[in-house]
Structure formats: C-alpha cells, structure tokens
C-alpha cells in the first residue's frame, strides 16, 4: 500500500495540521462567540446618538434657482448644519456649501461650533471630555477622509464622535464595544493591518487548511474503521 494511503499518513497529516491551526481554530470559533453574543446596534453605538435634528426650512430667504446662476453648470442637493438648512453644490470635484437662509458660504466650524453640534447629538450620561481637528486618521475612523473632528466624552462606553468639518455631520460613532467587535473581527478575517480585507492570503490558505484537516480527519476515520472491519472479519475466519 502507498504510504499516502496508509492509516499512518493520514494521522500524522492530521495531527500537524491541528498543531499548526489550533490557535487560528481557537480564534476564529472565540471570536465568532463575541461578535454573536454583541448586539450589533450596541456595537454601531446606535443607542447613544440621538436623530439628526429637523432641519427649518421655512426659514430659508434664498432659492435654490438663485444659487445656481450663480455657479452654473453645478449640481446642487440639500442638505443642513444642523438645523440650518444648507445648498449643497458639486462642481466636478469640488463641493461648496451655502446657507440657504441668505446664501452665504459655509467655511469651517470652529470648535465651539464642533462641540455644540455634537454635545446635540450625544444621547449618553457622560460629558465632553475633548475635541480635536485631526491630521491622520486613527485605524478606528478607516474609511474616512481628512480633515476629520474627533469628539471624545467620558463615560463608561469611552465614547467617540467623528464629525465632518463643514456641516458637522455625525459621521461614526465608536465605543469600547466597537473596539472589542473590530478586535475579534481582526482574528477572525486575519487582515491584522487594515482589518477589512476578507479575501487575503493569509486567511485562503488557513481555510484551506481547515478544510483539509477536517477531511483528513473523515478519511482517518474511514481508514481506522476499514482496518477493524477487516480484523474483525480475519478473526471470524480462524
């Protein structure tokens, strides 16, 4: 019999394999028991932001009709600052915003602005702790461009706000049930620098090698059943 074949092959191949994915098995089925025992709305932080205000549009002085002859060929779309109601305008690249109360451009929130929006926004027990225009992105806010407000509060969840800089917009919200969540998700996908990426390399060939250990693992058992069958079958015959 090729050695391939034999009982012996198969349960060496198999005890390698479990050595070499024990951890990886570990993480993945511990880190599938976090991110069920999680209620996602808790992870998203749903519960401690309130809805976005209603935006006053009765207020508005200035048309839409005014604001593009002004800046024809753009594309314009409503939107707000809180509860200013704001014209949004593309043009190619570019977007400008305009109140639609007089028309004036919208600049930059300062950081009172910042944190008054926010503060509207918090629906948790905890206060403002800090606020900070930032530069880089921290691996919590992937997936979101700079220039970014991060707004922290102090409270049990270690809440975090990112807020975008012209309108204020809620953007995320992150908490240590989020960062947890990330964390597991991270063992789980195996993408340990950008935590998003599902198809890597690292993670086709541990599946694969999951995979295969769980059919070297039936082939085994075959193979040990065979084997008695046979015995049994050699003893009956004497």
């Given amino acids: 019999m090729p050695y391939f074949r034999s009982v012996r092959f198969w349960r060496q191949l198999h005890l390698w394999l479990s050595l070499l994915l ?9 880190s599938g028991l976090v991110m069920s025992v999680l209620p996602i709305k808790e992870v998203r932080g749903d519960h401690l932001k ?5 935006v006053e549009w009765h207020q508005a002085r200035f048309s839409p009709a ?14 707000q600052r809180g509860t200013v109601p704001v014209y949004q305008l593309q043009h190619g690249e570019k977007l400008m915003y305009f109140s639609a109360l007089d028309g004036s451009r919208l600049e930059a929130l300062s950081e009172n602005e910042v944190k008054t929006l926010a503060t509207a926004r918090y629906n948790g ?31 049990a969840d270690n809440t975090v706000f990112y807020l975008e800089p012209v309108l204020g ?4 919200v992150r908490t240590d049930n989020w960062r947890l969540f990330d964390f597991v998700w991270m ?28 059919l070297s693992g039936i082939w085994l058992l075959v193979l040990t059943l065979g084997r008695k069958r ?5 003893s009956a015959q004497r």
């Fill in 22 to 30: 024990s951890l990886q098995l570990l993480a993945w089925f511990g």
């Fill in 66 to 79: 005014q604001l593009t002859a002004l800046h024809p060929g753009a594309q314009l779309s409503l939107t």
């Fill in 50 to 54: 309130k809805p976005a205000p209603e």
């Fill in 230 to 234: 046979l015995n049994t079958s050699h």
């Fill in 187 to 214: 063992l789980h996908i195996m993408d340990y620098r950008e935590r998003d990426n599902f198809n890597n390399l690292l993670l086709i060939i541990s599946s694969a090698s999951a995979l295969l250990f769980t």
């Fill in 169 to 172: 917009q809620l953007l995320r």
């Fill in 125 to 155: 027990n905890g206060t403002l702790k800090n606020s900070t225009l930032l530069s880089t992105l921290p691996l919590e806010a992937r997936g979101l461009s700079l220039p970014l407000w991060q707004v922290q509060f102090q409270d």
